[in-house]
């Protein structure tokens, strides 16, 4: 039937800042919904925090509210906008938690909105594990054996039927959060108080465990009139008892014959018409015994979620898209597929090709937690990669993980500790993939690899296939590899880099071998159907078979390479960057083409560009696609550290880089070089050096005087970066710090202690150069300014300051021959500008400074470096803001409680809100609401600062005992405190006995913690207070600066009213400057016309 | 170190690959099946009996081959392209690996070829002849086998692969209501599973059985069962069911619906490459509901012959409820199901007698249950036409 003309304002609820277990597939998934409604005729309200993504650009939606996603915030935007219908599914756990509340509240009703795409009791029946094991029994499916707790006694009591291992589920979280696999009954209190606390109904399921079996899942849509397709069957490599978002995935299901994939069809049919889902999609999860093939439910999600992101990308079938239909009241026959357009959505996509996704971690940022993988999701990332078969997909996955691995094994980075592998086997961790080709390799058989880690034995073998052909290779050098040989291992996925190790010769020896002998990749079509119909979407892949599918094109091509996996440091900011150069150069008259290997992503959505790969981001992939596609020119300076690395080489092959050169981000980046330069200028910066030994770095320690800050060259998200102190710690520190990039030196630079930070966004044309956004660190600088609250426009330093820092952001633009992006950070230091560092090239702040100023900086930059002038796109500086736009982080602590929460100078954020209003206290006091930690208005405050802030304390306690809180402090700070003149409860420090401040934390009787610490690290006091705050979701602050901000938050807090004000409102003249836009080949055309 | 292979089409296309299973030579037409799972429920399909089988699935044979998944009493296919034939199996219910079982049939099977490329050669040019080889490696021999071999067109392939005498089938103890003949033209067992499941006893019938002896075993109904090749190869079937017409409830299935289609006085038609596999979308007419289906043909029903008036789909168009009506000389008929895809006829049903078929595999194996509803419908007819 056509849709609903009922239905004409949809309120959408986004997913919010990128955590663990919730990442960029909701941007990815809102962005496909928004953008297919707003065509369709829908006026379209959108609220999420992030903006950081794609679906807060003001085109999205018709009225886009960056906003907290609080069932208070979003009642608000109700009233305001008046919205006939709410669409949950698309935001997550986070989007479907507040729909509920807002449901159940009433809220809904009392403003007439009705909930499309999942109905209250269908999210319910889904989510409710109790619910859901009611209506499985009633349909004759099996779970695993189970019973409920409500309470640890009731717990303890049920753990007795069910017997160990046992896994915990807590009702209505996310990414298993809260859960875990128990083994004894001390792991069991631990985990079943944990999730009882952090589940919204104090509901955890005790459940039998299936740890071992084969895991499925299936993503399934169903629409209103009962039509059901499975999208994309998946089979996790890793067995159940690791979670599928930590597991390496596959697709299709390999090892499953027919009747069994439809024993598992059958069910999921089953399951969608129980709970009743009858607009959208859902993922379900299998768990099937190995050796009896009995089938158990595990759990279903009635959203898209990260499966379904990778469904799409791995399929081609647009899941978000065509659920956004659904909701809206179309049927699935109704609605065409987007890739063979004669055919429609109501089918089952058939693929003949193999698609891998393994997950990415950074437990390198997190060198104390638990790397072991279990049911709570750890990985901040993943990336997917297609092949015509299981070994070409693995290995192409291996190497697009960017862990500086070149396929499995045989790449001269193995890492292999012997002593550990039958450990490795049995206990999952992120390099157990590395571990099995090992033991393979060693003689292990299949079985016993299979015994200890209960990967399924094809799996194995498939492993075993590539090594016997790598010990094949070995017996070789590059002169008398046989052609054959050299073709196979291509096909088996090998990179010219693992065939160079193999053969003791050089990547570009064996490149050329490659093309002399004809053997060279071919590019194929994801097409939906294996090829029955034709397919008008170019979405490729590589492999080397025989026929290539690239059509010739008409326009100039221009190539943009993307960011790769997320991880900390590098996430779903570049992504964006890379959209917007996309949308720009299209608009310009230019074929895009976008190469990148994250399925989570908008980048990769095959509607972003007009041609898309999905192929790993190294060398010998990127020469693969220019080689084969001869673009104008690459752009590599939007996907962070990732197509920066390959700007050299590529250059050197003669690929064309747009903007900003190589050479110059190489000088930027080289201490020596940009050091001198500055020196030239006349610029300050800290006093430096660098050393590539213990003796040079002592010598050079001495000179510049402690406190140091100290890292290894050419990284980003400041991985292995350190403040230290003294002598000891240096040590210390370049002890380990060899490990982190052996051929680069160690940098050495002053650290500049209590100096406020300051980071500016420009966009340079070549000739004039545009000042986008300055942004003031909320925290003192020295912490990673990826992991800094920030505030837009800066507002502790004067005018003549910012004049200064735009007259040296110009300078050093022109000075490197800036064309495009360039960020640069500053730090002010006894009214000092010093220069910290300079990046020629897209930075993680462009989408939120594009977002405070209204101003779309990446598609300037884009436009710029295909030779648009900035004076004629016509942009104004926007610095005279009549709001301010703070933007904070969001932290993974929770995920790893036995970390320390205290922020030093490596990146430790996954993500960002921004918190948006006419004043500052009220913008900060959303954007901590929106990170998860609202301030209090009222109740108690811990303060516990170190002996150099005290005196500053002094006035902040003072103004939270005006404001009416009740402060508690430990013995140092309540003496000072005490002496003037502030009311303060002394509490007992945690090395002084019981009760503690921490018990008081987990009481629940601290409301906001102020704990500024001296050294870090486990065992200190503050490690015992910081922890127990992100365990418990208590906002956390560790400076004097944040301090500062949090009472003007407060302050907001406590006269109550939030208001809330789209971002259209917020930049009317910008929005409509770049709608009117004129591309360059338009305006050509009205020349030559007249 | 494999044998080579090669893969040659009439048009002088050829693909060079390596054996697996049996070594020698096979000619037959060339086809694809995009089905992911069911390798062995396809090989065992006589319906593929002189064709030559592509799999666009990159890996055949990872989990083996088991005693419950044979359509038939062996593989009929001529035989077998793969892209990776998996030498390893790992399944709970495998006994035996694939090659062992082409092997000991004699299907002789070639891998490594891109057949992605194959299949869009076959889209764009339409099935074709082809002779596939490892003992003959000279591709221009090949070609010229190809171009001589008989094809489908008019052949009966029936002939081949039908059962010698009839014979009853009864694996389960299940209560029986009914009697059904089941016409043999190259059935596959889950048809007679299906109907078991319903409640049938059934008597399996060699395909050239007269109308008078299945009358004279006295069915309750009677099922019309796929088969290999063009429907214009067996007259004999054509004229048995219409003088079966308007006796007994009659369902066929796949070639039993175009016998049926043709018994009426229809006619039909070769596809380009046909409809292979377990993605495509049917709508039910009468209900507005779409079905995912198993589907291997090559021929379809014309429904212009069907004097059904000119009805056409287009994506995006809604369809209203309803059959669309025909006119034959055994009364009024509709056509009850349509391809998404292409709007190609999938299913009819006789408005004035008791006979319905459908195109498509409601008994699946491999592919979705969707349509088993069809199997509980024939038992409601024969339900029907005993009380009446």
């Given at each position: 039937?056509?849709?609903?003309?009922?239905?004409?304002?949809?309120?959408?609820?986004?997913?919010?800042?990128?955590?663990?277990?919730?990442?960029?597939?909701?941007?990815?998934?809102?962005?496909?919904?928004?953008?297919?409604?707003?065509?369709?005729?829908?006026?379209?309200?959108?609220?999420?925090?992030?903006?950081?993504?794609?679906?807060?650009?003001?085109?999205?939606?018709?009225?886009?509210?960056?906003?907290?996603?609080?069932?208070?915030?979003?009642?608000?935007?109700?009233?305001?906008?008046?919205?006939?219908?709410?669409?949950?599914?698309?935001?997550?756990?986070?989007?479907?938690?507040?729909?509920?509340?807002?449901?159940?509240?009433?809220?809904?009703?009392?403003?007439?909105?009705?909930?499309?795409?999942?109905?209250?009791?269908?999210?319910?029946?889904?989510?409710?594990?109790?619910?859901?094991?009611?209506?499985?029994?009633?349909?004759?499916?099996?779970?695993?054996?189970?019973?409920?707790?409500?309470?640890?006694?009731?717990?303890?009591?049920?753990?007795?039927?069910?017997?160990?291992?046992?896994?915990?589920?807590?009702?209505?979280?996310?990414?298993?959060?809260?859960?875990?696999?128990?083994?004894?009954?001390?792991?069991?209190?631990?985990?079943?108080?944990?999730?009882?606390?952090?589940?919204?109904?104090?509901?955890?399921?005790?459940?039998?465990?299936?740890?071992?079996?084969?895991?499925?899942?299936?993503?399934?849509?169903?629409?209103?009139?009962?039509?059901?397709?499975?999208?994309?069957?998946?089979?996790?490599?890793?067995?159940?008892?690791?979670?599928?978002?930590?597991?390496?995935?596959?697709?299709?299901?390999?090892?499953?014959?027919?009747?069994?994939?439809?024993?598992?069809?059958?069910?999921?049919?089953?399951?969608?018409?129980?709970?009743?889902?009858?607009?959208?999609?859902?993922?379900?999860?299998?768990?099937?015994?190995?050796?009896?093939?009995?089938?158990?439910?595990?759990?279903?999600?009635?959203?898209?979620?990260?499966?379904?992101?990778?469904?799409?990308?791995?399929?081609?079938?647009?899941?978000?898209?065509?659920?956004?239909?659904?909701?809206?009241?179309?049927?699935?026959?109704?609605?065409?597929?987007?890739?063979?357009?004669?055919?429609?959505?109501?089918?089952?996509?058939?693929?003949?090709?193999?698609?891998?996704?393994?997950?990415?971690?950074?437990?390198?940022?997190?060198?104390?937690?638990?790397?072991?993988?279990?049911?709570?999701?750890?990985?901040?990332?993943?990336?997917?990669?297609?092949?015509?078969?299981?070994?070409?997909?693995?290995?192409?996955?291996?190497?697009?993980?960017?862990?500086?691995?070149?396929?499995?094994?045989?790449?001269?980075?193995?890492?292999?500790?012997?002593?550990?592998?039958?450990?490795?086997?049995?206990?999952?961790?992120?390099?157990?993939?590395?571990?099995?080709?090992?033991?393979?390799?060693?003689?292990?058989?299949?079985?016993?690899?299979?015994?200890?880690?209960?990967?399924?034995?094809?799996?194995?073998?498939?492993?075993?296939?590539?090594?016997?052909?790598?010990?094949?290779?070995?017996?070789?050098?590059?002169?008398?590899?046989?052609?054959?040989?050299?073709?196979?291992?291509?096909?088996?996925?090998?990179?010219?880099?693992?065939?160079?190790?193999?053969?003791?010769?050089?990547?570009?020896?064996?490149?050329?071998?490659?093309?002399?002998?004809?053997?060279?990749?071919?590019?194929?079509?994801?097409?939906?159907?294996?090829?029955?119909?034709?397919?008008?979407?170019?979405?490729?892949?590589?492999?080397?078979?025989?026929?290539?599918?690239?059509?010739?094109?008409?326009?100039?091509?221009?190539?943009?390479?993307?960011?790769?996996?997320?991880?900390?440091?590098?996430?779903?900011?570049?992504?964006?960057?890379?959209?917007?150069?996309?949308?720009?150069?299209?608009?310009?008259?230019?074929?895009?083409?976008?190469?990148?290997?994250?399925?989570?992503?908008?980048?990769?959505?095959?509607?972003?560009?007009?041609?898309?790969?999905?192929?790993?981001?190294?060398?010998?992939?990127?020469?693969?696609?220019?080689?084969?596609?001869?673009?104008?020119?690459?752009?590599?300076?939007?996907?962070?550290?990732?197509?920066?690395?390959?700007?050299?080489?590529?250059?050197?092959?003669?690929?064309?880089?747009?903007?900003?050169?190589p050479d110059s981000i190489d000088l930027a980046e080289d201490r020596k070089r940009f050091g001198a330069l500055l020196r030239k200028l006349g610029v300050n910066q800290p006093p430096h050096g660098t050393a590539t030994s213990f003796?040079?770095?002592?010598?050079?320690?001495?000179?510049?005087?402690?406190?140091?800050?100290?890292?290894?060259?050419?990284?980003?998200?400041?991985?292995?970066?350190?403040?230290?102190?003294?002598?000891?710690?240096?040590?210390?520190?370049?002890?380990?710090?060899?490990?982190?990039?052996?051929?680069?030196?160690?940098?050495?630079?002053?650290?500049l202690e209590d100096a406020v930070e300051i980071d500016v966004d420009a966009v340079s044309d070549g000739e004039t150069i545009f000042i986008g956004g300055i942004m003031e660190h909320i925290e003192e600088a020295g912490i990673h300014?990826?992991?800094?609250?920030?505030?837009?426009?800066?507002?502790?330093?004067?005018?003549?300051?910012?004049?200064?820092?735009?007259?040296?952001?110009?300078?050093?633009?022109?000075?490197?021959?800036?064309?495009?992006?360039?960020?640069?950070?500053?730090?002010?230091?006894?009214?000092?500008?010093?220069?910290?560092?300079?990046?020629?090239?897209?930075?993680?702040?462009?989408?939120?400074?594009?977002?405070?100023?209204?101003?779309?900086?990446?598609?300037?930059?884009?436009?710029?470096?295909?030779?648009?002038?900035?004076?004629?796109?016509?942009?104004?500086?926007?610095?005279?803001?009549?709001?301010?736009?703070?933007?904070?982080?969001?932290?993974?602590?929770?995920?790893?409680?036995?970390?320390?929460?205290?922020?030093?100078?490596?990146?430790?954020?996954?993500?960002?809100?921004?918190?948006?209003?006419?004043?500052?206290?009220?913008?900060?006091?959303?954007?901590?609401?929106?990170?998860?930690?609202?301030?209090?208005?009222?109740?108690?405050?811990?303060?516990?600062?170190?002996?150099?802030?005290?005196?500053?304390?002094?006035?902040?306690?003072?103004?939270?005992?005006?404001?009416?809180?009740?402060?508690?402090?430990?013995?140092?700070?309540?003496?000072?405190?005490?002496?003037?003149?502030?009311?303060?409860?002394?509490?007992?420090?945690?090395?002084?006995?019981?009760?503690?401040?921490?018990?008081?934390?987990?009481?629940?009787?601290?409301?906001?913690?102020?704990?500024?610490?001296?050294?870090?690290?486990?065992?200190?006091?503050?490690?015992?207070?910081?922890?127990?705050?992100?365990?418990?979701?208590?906002?956390?602050?560790?400076?004097?600066?944040?301090?500062?901000?949090?009472?003007?938050?407060?302050?907001?807090?406590?006269?109550?009213?939030?208001?809330?004000?789209?971002?259209?409102?917020?930049?009317?003249?910008?929005?409509?400057?770049?709608?009117?836009?004129?591309?360059?080949?338009?305006?050509?055309?009205?020349?030559?016309?007249? | 170190?494999?044998?080579?292979?090669?893969?040659?089409?009439?048009?002088?296309?050829?693909?060079?690959?390596?054996?697996?299973?049996?070594?020698?030579?096979?000619?037959?037409?060339?086809?694809?099946?995009?089905?992911?799972?069911?390798?062995?429920?396809?090989?065992?399909?006589?319906?593929?009996?002189?064709?030559?089988?592509?799999?666009?699935?990159?890996?055949?044979?990872?989990?083996?081959?088991?005693?419950?998944?044979?359509?038939?009493?062996?593989?009929?296919?001529?035989?077998?392209?793969?892209?990776?034939?998996?030498?390893?199996?790992?399944?709970?219910?495998?006994?035996?690996?694939?090659?062992?079982?082409?092997?000991?049939?004699?299907?002789?099977?070639?891998?490594?070829?891109?057949?992605?490329?194959?299949?869009?050669?076959?889209?764009?040019?339409?099935?074709?002849?082809?002779?596939?080889?490892?003992?003959?490696?000279?591709?221009?021999?090949?070609?010229?086998?190809?171009?001589?071999?008989?094809?489908?067109?008019?052949?009966?392939?029936?002939?081949?692969?039908?059962?010698?005498?009839?014979?009853?089938?009864?694996?389960?103890?299940?209560?029986?209501?009914?009697?059904?003949?089941?016409?043999?033209?190259?059935?596959?067992?889950?048809?007679?599973?299906?109907?078991?499941?319903?409640?049938?006893?059934?008597?399996?019938?060699?395909?050239?059985?007269?109308?008078?002896?299945?009358?004279?075993?006295?069915?309750?109904?009677?099922?019309?069962?796929?088969?290999?090749?063009?429907?214009?190869?067996?007259?004999?079937?054509?004229?048995?069911?219409?003088?079966?017409?308007?006796?007994?409830?009659?369902?066929?299935?796949?070639?039993?619906?175009?016998?049926?289609?043709?018994?009426?006085?229809?006619?039909?038609?070769?596809?380009?490459?046909?409809?292979?596999?377990?993605?495509?979308?049917?709508?039910?007419?009468?209900?507005?509901?779409?079905?995912?289906?198993?589907?291997?043909?090559?021929?379809?029903?014309?429904?212009?012959?069907?004097?059904?008036?000119?009805?056409?789909?287009?994506?995006?168009?809604?369809?209203?409820?309803?059959?669309?009506?025909?006119?034959?000389?055994?009364?009024?008929?509709?056509?009850?199901?349509?391809?998404?895809?292409?709007?190609?006829?999938?299913?009819?049903?006789?408005?004035?007698?008791?006979?319905?078929?459908?195109?498509?595999?409601?008994?699946?194996?491999?592919?979705?249950?969707?349509?088993?509803?069809?199997?509980?419908?024939?038992?409601?007819?024969?339900?029907?036409?005993?009380?009446?």
């Amino acid at each position: 039937m056509p849709r609903r003309t009922d239905i004409k304002k949809i309120l959408i609820i986004g997913s919010g800042p990128i955590i663990i277990g919730q990442a960029c597939e909701f941007d990815y998934s809102g962005t496909q919904a928004c953008k297919v409604l707003k065509q369709d005729g829908f006026k379209v309200i959108l609220v999420n925090s992030n903006p950081a993504t794609i679906m807060t650009d003001p085109e999205f939606a018709d009225r886009t509210y960056i906003e907290p996603i609080t069932p208070e915030v979003i009642e608000k935007i109700i009233e305001k906008e008046k919205p006939d219908a709410l669409l949950p599914t698309l935001g997550g756990q986070t989007g479907l938690n507040a729909a509920v509340a807002l449901a159940e509240s009433g809220v809904l009703h009392r403003f007439g909105v009705e909930l499309i795409g999942a109905k209250l009791q269908v999210i319910k029946k889904a989510e409710g594990r109790n619910l859901f094991k009611k209506a499985m029994s009633r349909i004759g499916l099996d779970l695993p054996r189970s019973s409920f707790a409500y309470s640890l006694s009731e717990a303890l009591r049920n753990v007795e039927d069910v017997g160990f291992p046992v896994v915990i589920r807590p009702s209505f979280t996310l990414g298993g959060t809260g859960g875990g696999i128990a083994y004894n009954l001390e792991e069991f209190r631990n985990i079943v108080s944990t999730g009882l606390m952090l589940s919204p109904i104090n509901e955890v399921l005790i459940e039998e465990s299936v740890i071992g079996w084969k895991e499925y899942e299936l993503e399934v849509m169903r629409d209103l009139k009962d039509n059901v397709v499975i999208v994309c069957p998946i089979e996790n490599f890793d067995p159940m008892g690791i979670h599928t978002g930590d597991s390496i995935t596959v697709a299709p299901a390999q090892t499953l014959t027919d009747k069994e994939y439809q024993q598992l069809r059958d069910a999921a049919i089953a399951i969608m018409r129980e709970i009743g889902v009858e607009t959208g999609g859902s993922n379900i999860q299998f768990a099937v015994h190995p050796e009896t093939g009995r089938l158990v439910v595990i759990e279903m999600n009635p959203r898209v979620s990260r499966s379904s992101a990778l469904a799409s990308k791995a399929t081609g079938f647009p899941i978000a898209k065509i659920a956004a239909k659904l909701a809206v009241g179309y049927t699935l026959d109704e609605i065409p597929n987007d890739i063979t357009k004669e055919t429609p959505a109501c089918f089952e996509p058939t693929i003949d090709y193999v698609v891998v996704k393994i997950p990415r971690w950074t437990f390198e940022k997190f060198p104390e937690a638990d790397a072991r993988l279990t049911t709570k999701m750890k990985s901040v990332g993943e990336a997917m990669s297609i092949g015509r078969t299981f070994k070409e997909a693995l290995q192409k996955a291996i190497r697009s993980l960017e862990i500086d691995r070149y396929g499995l094994g045989a790449d001269g980075r193995e890492e292999i500790i012997e002593e550990q592998v039958h450990q490795k086997l049995a206990v999952p961790t992120q390099d157990r993939i590395f571990y099995i080709k090992y033991a393979l390799s060693m003689g292990m058989s299949v079985e016993e690899v299979y015994e200890l880690a209960k990967i399924d034995p094809w799996f194995l073998y498939q492993i075993q296939e590539i090594v016997l052909v790598e010990q094949e290779i070995s017996k070789y050098n590059l002169k008398t590899l046989p052609k054959e040989l050299l073709k196979q291992a291509k096909r088996y996925g090998f990179s010219d880099v693992q065939i160079a190790y193999l053969t003791g010769s050089t990547e570009e020896a064996v490149r050329e071998k490659r093309k002399d002998s004809g053997i060279t990749p071919t590019f194929k079509l994801v097409d939906t159907c294996a090829a029955e119909f034709e397919a008008y979407t170019p979405y490729y892949y590589s492999t080397y078979e025989v026929e290539s599918e690239i059509r010739p094109s008409t326009k100039p091509k221009i190539a943009i390479f993307g960011s790769g996996p997320n991880r900390i440091g590098q996430g779903i900011e570049f992504d964006y960057c890379c959209v917007h150069a996309a949308f720009a150069l299209k608009e310009e008259g230019f074929e895009t083409i976008m190469i990148n290997c994250n399925p989570e992503t908008v980048s990769t959505d095959y509607d972003t560009s007009d041609r898309l790969y999905f192929e790993p981001l190294t060398l010998e992939d990127a020469l693969n696609i220019v080689g084969a596609e001869k673009p104008k020119g690459v752009i590599l300076q939007f996907g962070g550290q990732t197509p920066l690395k390959l700007a050299v080489p590529l250059e050197k092959a003669g690929v064309k880089i747009l903007g900003t050169s190589p050479d110059s981000i190489d000088l930027a980046e080289d201490r020596k070089r940009f050091g001198a330069l500055l020196r030239k200028l006349g610029v300050n910066q800290p006093p430096h050096g660098t050393a590539t030994s213990f003796k040079e770095a002592l010598k050079v320690a001495r000179g510049i005087g402690y406190p140091l800050l100290v890292r290894p060259s050419y990284v980003l998200g400041g991985r292995a970066m350190e403040i230290v102190y003294s002598e000891e710690m240096l040590e210390g520190y370049i002890a380990s710090a060899v490990k982190a990039s052996p051929e680069h030196p160690i940098l050495l630079d002053k650290f500049l202690e209590d100096a406020v930070e300051i980071d500016v966004d420009a966009v340079s044309d070549g000739e004039t150069i545009f000042i986008g956004g300055i942004m003031e660190h909320i925290e003192e600088a020295g912490i990673h300014s990826g992991d800094s609250a920030c505030v837009i426009p800066p507002l502790s330093i004067t005018d003549q300051q910012i004049e200064e820092i735009k007259e040296c952001t110009r300078t050093l633009a022109r000075v490197l021959n800036v064309v495009g992006l360039i960020n640069i950070q500053y730090a002010i230091k006894g009214g000092t500008l010093y220069v910290l560092e300079v990046n020629p090239r897209a930075s993680r702040t462009v989408p939120y400074v594009s977002k405070a100023t209204g101003i779309p900086l990446a598609k300037l930059a884009a436009r710029a470096m295909v030779g648009r002038t900035l004076k004629e796109l016509g942009y104004e500086e926007r610095h005279e803001l009549k709001h301010i736009a703070i933007k904070e982080v969001v932290l993974p602590f929770g995920r790893f409680p036995e970390v320390d929460t205290v922020l030093g100078p490596e990146m430790k954020s996954t993500g960002e809100v921004m918190g948006i209003d006419q004043g500052f206290g009220q913008a900060f006091a959303k954007a901590q609401m929106g990170a998860g930690v609202p301030l209090p208005a009222k109740g108690t405050i811990f303060i516990s600062v170190r002996n150099r802030d005290k005196k500053a304390i002094v006035h902040i306690a003072k103004k939270l005992v005006e404001l009416g809180f009740e402060i508690v402090s430990t013995k140092g700070t309540a003496e000072v405190l005490t002496q003037s003149g502030v009311k303060v409860k002394e509490v007992l420090k945690v090395r002084e006995g019981r009760p503690n401040v921490v018990d008081l934390i987990k009481n629940g009787e601290i409301d906001l913690v102020i704990n500024t610490p001296w050294g870090k690290g486990p065992r200190t006091d503050g490690y015992y207070i910081r922890t127990a705050t992100s365990a418990y979701g208590i906002p956390c602050i560790t400076t004097i600066a944040g301090a500062s901000a949090a009472i003007k938050g407060i302050e907001a807090m406590i006269v109550g009213d939030i208001a809330v004000k789209a971002i259209q409102d917020y930049h009317i003249e910008e929005f409509l400057l770049e709608t009117k836009t004129e591309s360059a080949s338009a305006v050509e055309e009205k020349k030559c016309s007249k | 170190m494999r044998e080579k292979a090669i893969l040659a089409l009439e048009d002088g296309t050829t693909y060079e690959g390596t054996a697996f299973g049996a070594i020698g030579e096979a000619v037959g037409e060339v086809v694809f099946n995009t089905s992911m799972t069911g390798y062995q429920e396809v090989l065992t399909d006589p319906s593929y009996a002189g064709q030559i089988v592509t799999m666009t699935y990159p890996h055949i044979g990872n989990y083996g081959v088991n005693s419950e998944d044979y359509e038939s009493r062996g593989p009929f296919v001529e035989g077998f392209v793969v892209r990776e034939y998996s030498r390893i199996y790992s399944n709970w219910r495998a006994e035996d690996s694939l090659e062992n079982f082409l092997n000991s049939y004699g299907i002789v099977g070639i891998q490594n070829i891109d057949t992605r490329a194959l299949t869009k050669h076959i889209r764009s040019e339409g099935a074709m002849k082809g002779v596939l080889s490892s003992v003959d490696l000279d591709t221009q021999s090949l070609v010229e086998k190809a171009k001589a071999s008989p094809g489908l067109i008019g052949r009966d392939l029936v002939k081949n692969v039908t059962t010698d005498k009839p014979h009853i089938w009864w694996e389960t103890k299940r209560v029986k209501h009914f009697h059904v003949v089941a016409f043999d033209f190259g059935i596959k067992r889950n048809i007679l599973r299906s109907l078991e499941t319903v409640g049938c006893k059934i008597t399996v019938v060699p395909a050239s059985t007269k109308a008078e002896e299945v009358l004279a075993l006295n069915p309750d109904g009677i099922l019309l069962s796929n088969g290999p090749g063009d429907p214009a190869g067996v007259p004999y079937a054509i004229e048995t069911t219409g003088k079966l017409l308007g006796k007994k409830p009659i369902f066929g299935i796949c070639l039993g619906h175009q016998i049926l289609a043709l018994a009426l006085g229809g006619r039909t038609y070769k596809l380009k490459f046909g409809h292979r596999g377990g993605n495509q979308p049917v709508k039910n007419l009468l209900t507005g509901g779409v079905e995912i289906t198993a589907q291997n043909h090559g021929f379809a029903v014309d429904q212009n012959s069907l004097k059904v008036s000119e009805r056409e789909w287009r994506v995006g168009k809604t369809i209203p409820i309803g059959g669309w009506k025909g006119e034959t000389e055994f009364g009024s008929i509709e056509i009850t199901h349509i391809n998404l895809n292409d709007g190609t006829v999938e299913g009819l049903r006789c408005l004035d007698i008791p006979a319905y078929s459908v195109q498509y595999h409601p008994e699946a194996s491999p592919g979705p249950h969707d349509s088993r509803y069809l199997f509980e419908q024939f038992m409601k007819l024969m339900e029907e036409e005993n009380i009446g």
